[in-house]
């Protein structure tokens, strides 16, 4: 019952690179987060959208950038990666119908830039 | 600025209470939520308080006061499999931003 799909699980990648991370979602929700989270940092928040033409910074969107190709679909990309972006990304979801208190996570994905 | 402040740590005997605070700072306040993670996994979100006082959901409760910018989260009848770390998360901004606290790592003990 995978409603939050997140690929690839696990990346190794080397400085310079350009990944991306995708997120896709079949729950129907309009609203689309991405996180990192590090150890003792808790979860921090990069970008958001509230709908396919929606896009928002969050908290460290330096380096970063989305893109959403569709209500359900909504990628993350480092376009030159570097080693302290070596982290836990997270995808969430939520739905303003009902009353978006509640974010789903997708499984994560774990970055390493070495 | 806004942030969430809540214990790094916490330890507790299986089949005792235990409370999880936390307290916030910010603008436009609407509402407090707590997310469990067990290692490894995703979080998945436990509870949501917008107006003052108690919510049950099984062992589980939250509370919010917000004349002091704070809540806590109550889990009873402790089990094992209640270890995981707990994270604290407001809205603010018309739904606009959430933030998470750095989380509290709960360890249960026989």
């Known amino acids: 019952d995978a409603d939050v799909t997140q690929t690839p699980r696990n990346r190794i990648t080397k400085t310079g690179k350009r990944i991306m991370l995708e997120c896709s979602q079949t729950?129907?929700?309009?609203?689309m987060y991405w996180y990192r989270q590090d150890p003792g940092l808790g979860l921090r928040l990069i970008y958001y959208?509230?709908?396919?033409?929606?896009?928002n910074k969050g908290e460290i969107s330096d380096g970063y950038s989305v893109s959403r190709q569709a209500q359900a679909k909504f990628s993350l990309s480092l376009e030159s990666a570097i080693p302290n972006q070596t982290a836990l990304y997270f995808c969430?979801?939520?739905?303003?119908?009902?009353?978006?208190?509640?974010?789903?996570f997708g499984p994560g994905t774990r970055l390493t830039v070495l | 600025g806004q942030s969430l402040e809540q214990p790094s740590e916490v330890t507790a005997v299986e089949g005792a209470i235990v409370q999880i605070n936390c307290t916030y700072q910010?603008?436009?306040?609407?509402?407090l939520s707590w997310y469990q993670q067990h290692d490894g996994g995703a979080p998945t979100f436990l509870s949501y308080?917008?107006?003052?006082g108690l919510e049950e959901t099984g062992r589980f409760s939250s509370f919010l006061s917000r004349s002091d910018s704070y809540g806590y989260l109550l889990l009873q009848e402790l089990q094992m499999k209640d270890s995981a770390s707990y994270f604290c998360?407001?809205?603010?901004?018309?739904?606009?931003?959430?933030?998470f606290g750095t989380g509290t790592k709960l360890q249960v003990i026989p």
């Open positions: 308080n917008a107006l003052d």
């Open positions: 969430a979801t939520s739905d303003l119908g009902q009353g978006g208190n509640e974010q789903f």
């Open positions: 729950k129907g929700h309009d609203r």
């Open positions: 998360a407001f809205y603010s901004g018309g739904y606009q931003k959430v933030t």
């Open positions: 959208s509230f709908d396919v033409k929606d896009i």
């Open positions: 910010t603008s436009g306040f609407y509402g």
